[in-house]
């Protein structure tokens, strides 16, 4: 039976020092409010935003931790909704190792094995355990789902999931687990809805954000990505260093007697775009107006990178049909789209330079062989379907 209609779902992403919250009506994929909690711990900063994208006056309250900032949340949708009725939580996280391949509804046990994935994930796991654990004492009795940023590449054969190690770590869940679950989840969703025949190719998905990966696709299910045991692998991002030797960190180690974190502040914190760019910004919009040999040095890297990476996954797959960008360089930046696709005509790809520039949908040209779109992703429309789904909800359909 549907709830009445004040009932909402609530999702919540909590980052190491950060919190994006949504409010979905019981009805419909629209929010209700969105926003987020910044610089949590230091001199935070909290934004709510209604459906009109007005900010919301905020409740008292403080940002000095994830339960704090969830409470000062909470006392805003409260003030602003009296009538708030929350049918289900639903959580980003990160890591759900080899158990979980769907949502699932958080239990004692359930959240007891998300504990024991923490070490896989130290800097991601804790905090949105953290996340779970206060909107269970806000909200007793409402059910709360988890959503794995993992379970969308459990299906992966082993020699994309397994690192060529001894097979004891394999055994141990030393793994290729993905990430960016949820990114996909949603934009093959929306591949199936409006271009079947596409979804039931090989896809490439191109999540280039802050954080970035690649995954390929075929016929629906995750063959191949490029993020493996840690959120680090794979491409560059942000400020994180992506592939790597790893005779590198035994450098690091030996050679140069850093500590493990010393090292992690490095990996984690001071590589990717960042590094690269000899500390100019980590920001690509940043990058592409400085203009100068450093921020030069970071674009080419990274869209050598995404062209390589792209390759690979071709091979993986005997060829690619379709080639989606998604994530805020994704989405956004033309110079990178450009960029990447300009070298990859060997693999049947032609942009087309004016839709490129509008950032439609598809960008690739009418002679191209192999389609390029832009989708915008939405990964907390997945965590409110997940959530809805969880609490027996039905969509209204909509004419
Ligand atoms: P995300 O983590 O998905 O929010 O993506 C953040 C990244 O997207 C940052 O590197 C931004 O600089 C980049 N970005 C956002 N808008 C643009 C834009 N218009 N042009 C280039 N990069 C952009």
Redesign the pocket.
């Known amino acids: 039976m549907n709830p009445p209609n004040n009932s909402a779902f609530l999702t919540l992403n909590a980052g190491s020092s950060s919190l994006k919250v949504a409010l979905f009506s019981a009805d419909d994929d629209h929010a209700l409010v969105t926003g987020q909690a910044e610089r949590i711990g230091a001199e935070g900063s909290l934004v709510l935003k209604d459906a009109l994208g007005r900010p919301l006056p905020l409740a008292e309250g403080s940002l000095t931790n994830h339960s704090d900032a969830l409470a000062m949340v909470i006392a805003t949708l409260q003030q602003t909704r009296p009538d708030l009725d929350l049918a289900a939580v639903g959580h980003r996280v990160v890591h759900g190792g080899t158990h979980y391949d769907q949502p699932v509804t958080i239990t004692p046990e359930v959240l007891e094995t998300l504990e024991a994935l923490s070490p896989f994930a130290p800097l991601h796991q804790p905090h949105n355990i953290a996340g779970i654990r206060a909107a269970q004492a806000a909200f007793p009795g409402v059910p709360q789902v988890a959503c794995f940023d993992t379970a969308f590449h459990r299906g992966q054969p082993f020699v994309n999931d397994s690192f060529a190690l001894p097979h004891r770590y394999y055994q141990q869940g030393v793994r290729r687990y993905g990430f960016h679950g949820l990114s996909y989840d949603y934009v093959t969703g929306e591949l199936q809805r409006m271009a079947p025949h596409l979804f039931a190719g090989r896809v490439v998905i191109a999540?280039?954000?802050?954080?970035?990966s690649m995954c390929a696709i075929h016929g629906g299910h995750s063959v191949a990505s490029s993020m493996g045991f840690s959120v680090l692998d794979g491409l560059p991002m942000?400020t994180r260093c992506g592939n790597i030797d790893p005779g590198v960190l035994l450098y690091m180690l030996e050679q140069e007697k850093l500590n493990t974190a010393q090292i992690r502040q490095i990996l984690y914190n001071e590589s990717g775009?960042l590094g690269l760019s000899g500390g100019l910004?980590?920001?690509?919009?940043?990058?592409?107006q400085a203009d100068n040999a450093e921020s030069h040095r970071a674009i080419d890297y990274f869209v050598f990178r995404v062209q390589r990476e792209l390759g690979a996954m071709a091979a993986a797959m005997g060829g690619v049909d379709l080639l989606v960008f998604?994530?805020?360089?994704?989405?956004?930046?033309?110079?990178?789209r450009r960029r990447v696709c300009e070298r990859l005509g060997w693999i049947g790809i032609e942009i087309d330079h004016g839709r490129n520039a509008e950032s439609a949908m598809v960008v690739s040209s009418e002679f191209s062989r192999t389609t390029v779109m832009v989708i915008p992703?939405r990964e907390d429309l997945v965590i409110a379907r997940a959530a809805r789904a969880a609490a027996g909800v039905q969509k209204k359909e909509t004419a």
Do not use: F, P, Y
Not at 207 to 212: I, K, Q, R, S
């Open positions: 999540h280039l954000g802050n954080g970035a942000g775009l910004s980590n920001d690509m919009r940043t990058l592409e998604c994530g805020g360089i994704g989405e956004n930046s033309r110079v990178v992703t």
